[in-house]
Every structure is written in C-alpha cells, then in structure tokens.
Nanobody, 124 residues
Framework: QVQLVESGGGLVQAGGSLRLSCAASGRTFNNYAMGWFRQAPGKERDIVAAISRNSDFTYYADSVKGRFTISRDNAKITVYLQMNNLKPEDTAVYYC?????????????????WGQGTQVTVSS
C-alpha cells in the first residue's frame, strides 16, 4: 500500500495554469504506475493522464492532450500534473492514484490506492 496526498488545486481563470502534486509515502513508489483522474459533480471519475513506473510511457485523455503534462520524480516520490491553458470544463476534483504494476491502466477500478482529491476550479 502507498498513501497519496494531492496538493496544488485552486481557483484560476480560463487560460491560466496550475501544477498539481501528489506526494506518496513508502519506499516502493517506483514500483507503482500512477494516474491522475478527475470527477466533476454528477459525473464519473475519468482518467486525465497516466505514467508508467519508469516514466517510459504516458497517456493523456483526448480532452487534455497538448495542455497537460504528467511527470514523476521517483527520488522525491512525487507525481505531478502540469495543467496549462485551463478551460472551465476542466473544473473538477482531481485525484491521484497508484497501481502496483509497471504499466498504467485507464480505468479507475484498476487502481487501488487513492488520494483524497484536490479541487480545481476554472472560471470563464
């Protein structure tokens, strides 16, 4: 098991940027593929981006390609989500998730470690 704590959310105007961080506990962080998900009110929790445990592979939802970048620093046991050119439709609670495998999956049910979430609100 790994404990995850997200930070970096907030209120930003459309076109602005935020960087989310997800700090993990434990010495086995580099054994986990990581994902960022988001959930808006009344909607399902959807994948935003994911990264393999060695950063060799990344995935982005079509809605964020070219605007968001996922990265990880295994030495700092932290995964990041850089979000640029934010849009009102990006408003959601963003969750960090970990999966104890080399490669990521895109379905929320494939992850068994979750953070508490951080709110991102983009005003128009």
């Amino acid at each position: 098991q790994v404990q995850l704590v997200e930070s970096g959310g907030g209120l930003v105007q459309a076109g602005g940027s935020l960087r989310l961080s997800c700090a993990a506990s434990g010495r086995t962080f580099n054994n986990y593929a990581m994902g960022w998900f988001r959930q808006a009110p009344g909607k399902e929790r959807d994948i935003v981006a994911a990264i393999s445990r060695n950063s060799d592979f990344t995935y982005y939802a079509d809605s964020v390609k070219g605007r968001f970048t996922i990265s990880r620093d295994n030495a700092k046991i932290t995964v990041y989500l850089q979000m640029n050119n934010l849009k009102p439709e990006d408003t959601a609670v963003y969750y960090c998730a970990a999966r104890a495998t080399t490669f990521y999956r895109t379905a929320a049910e494939d992850y068994d470690n979750w953070g508490q979430g951080t709110q991102v609100t983009v005003s128009s």
